[in-house]
């Protein structure tokens, strides 16, 4: 088995910190997920704060830790770069390594990169074409994506397991960007290509980024409605989906999911009801990242396609900066 050489760059939660207590088991990190896949070795890592690079490499055991991006793509020879700074730097940081890595057989092959892909549209098409010139593959870190229970949905769809969709209702929190994106990814996953939307309620909790409540129709002809609701009263990331004959719903930010059939009704037998006991099943939602960083390997090999390529992240950049741009106007 091939082992690549990894960097690290943003030495933060989702690189590692919500992996610190060694004896949390599940890959909520990319530190994590390359400590477990066979076919990875952490080499370096880089933080803006020298402090925090050094915590995370004595941590992580990533053999040397930088301040610099541009002094480790200088001084280490890596193959797969997790890309882990807040979205705003995103640009600048891609750029470096698609520079490093420019005309180098020996440069990095895949860049990992968290969501959104970038603030602005701008942004992420200028990232995907230094990538691009580049030759560097992407894969971007929807998570809900490399879960097999999230990704056995679109097939009891598409089936029609339970008949034909008459509709969704998806929830979350904190931002359309920042969260609201996952929720889009996932229906696009689910349901194809956007094809019309409107703003049904908006309002502001993060600086920049509204919480946009939506209707949403795709060109598959399934529409339903899109929930943004308040952080600071609870967190919520859920997902019902209306069959003919039943209900699919994610749960718990997506780690259930519930399948509902119809009965006839116990009192008047001439209905059909939901059943009151589900077929509850947990997801691996936890493991994500590792399932990520695995799934993205297999498609750098050429072993089968990217789940979350960047050009379906650029998409869902693109349509909520649509969203916000119909806000301001």
């Not at 760059?9 to 530190?31: F, K, Y």
């Not at 640009?91 to 990992?112: H, M, N, Q, T, Y």
């Amino acid at each position: 088995m091939t082992e690549y050489r990894v960097a690290i760059i943003g030495c933060g939660n989702i690189a590692g910190r919500w992996n610190n207590d060694p004896a949390t088991s599940h890959a909520l990190t990319h530190a994590k997920a390359y400590d477990l896949h066979p076919g990875t070795k952490l080499v370096a890592c880089c933080d803006s704060e020298m402090n925090r690079a050094r915590e995370f490499a004595s941590r992580w055991g990533a053999g040397n830790c930088y301040q610099s991006v541009d002094e480790l793509l200088a001084r280490e020879k890596v193959d797969i770069v997790s890309v882990c700074v807040p979205t705003p730097s995103h640009r600048d940081v891609v750029g470096k390594i698609a520079r490093a890595g420019k005309g180098k057989s020996g440069g990095p092959k895949l860049v990992l990169l968290e969501k959104p892909v970038a603030a602005s549209e701008a942004d992420a098409l200028a990232l995907a074409a230094d990538l691009n010139s580049a030759v560097i593959a992407c894969s971007v870190n929807y998570i809900r994506r490399f879960d097999s229970l999230l990704q056995s949905v679109r097939g009891r769809i598409a089936t029609g397991e339970l008949g034909k969709v008459q509709q969704f209702r998806g929830r979350y929190t904190k931002g359309l960007l920042n969260n609201g994106s996952h929720l889009v990814n996932l229906l696009r996953f689910y349901f194809g290509r956007i094809e019309r939307w409107h703003i049904l309620d908006y309002f502001q909790e993060l600086e920049g980024d509204p919480t946009v409540s939506l209707f949403v129709q795709f060109a598959s002809g399934v529409n339903g409605t899109i929930q943004g609701l308040r952080e600071s009263c609870y967190s919520v990331f859920d997902l019902d989906i209306m069959m003919e004959q039943g209900e699919i719903r994610l749960l718990d930010f997506c780690n259930r999911l519930d399948i509902l059939k119809t009965d006839p009704d116990p009192v008047y037998p001439s209905y059909r009801v939901l059943q009151r006991e589900p077929l509850s099943m947990k997801t691996d939602l936890a493991n994500a990242v590792y399932h990520y960083v695995s799934q993205s390997i297999n498609a750098l090999e050429g072993k089968e396609e990217f789940l979350s390529p960047l050009a379906d992240a650029i998409y869902d950049v693109t349509f909520c900066v649509r969203v916000k741009e119909a806000i301001r106007s």
